[in-house]
């Protein structure tokens, strides 16, 4: 999914930065990308994807810290640690929008 995002903003950023149709075209086309972020669609699965990825995360930190806890040079295990620690109670607001 985020190699078509990737794509898909690429082929919008080179048709704008390539395109011959002028002004009118880009503010057009500035408005249709405001309308599209501005869209509660939009905007909630890009909180989902963000809640998801920090699952994702959280869940990789606790098992490279359980897997190779003992092996790993001891700043990089400290820094593991510390970053299962804060996964552990604590909500942050990544993510979250305020409208």
Do not use: I
Not at 8 to 16: C, I, S
Not at 61 to 89: K, M, N, W, Y
């Amino acid at each position: 999914m985020r190699y078509k995002v990737t794509f898909a903003v690429g082929l919008a950023l080179g048709y704008v930065l390539g395109t011959r149709a002028g002004r009118e075209r880009y503010e057009q086309l500035k408005k249709s990308a405001r309308e599209l972020a501005q869209n509660p669609v939009v905007r909630n699965a890009a909180e989902q994807a963000g809640q998801t990825s920090r699952q994702y995360a959280g869940k990789a930190v606790a098992a490279v810290g359980d897997h190779f806890g003992d092996s790993l040079p001891d700043p990089v295990a400290r820094r593991v640690r510390s970053l299962r620690g804060r996964q552990q109670g604590v909500d942050d607001d990544w993510g979250t929008s305020n409208t």
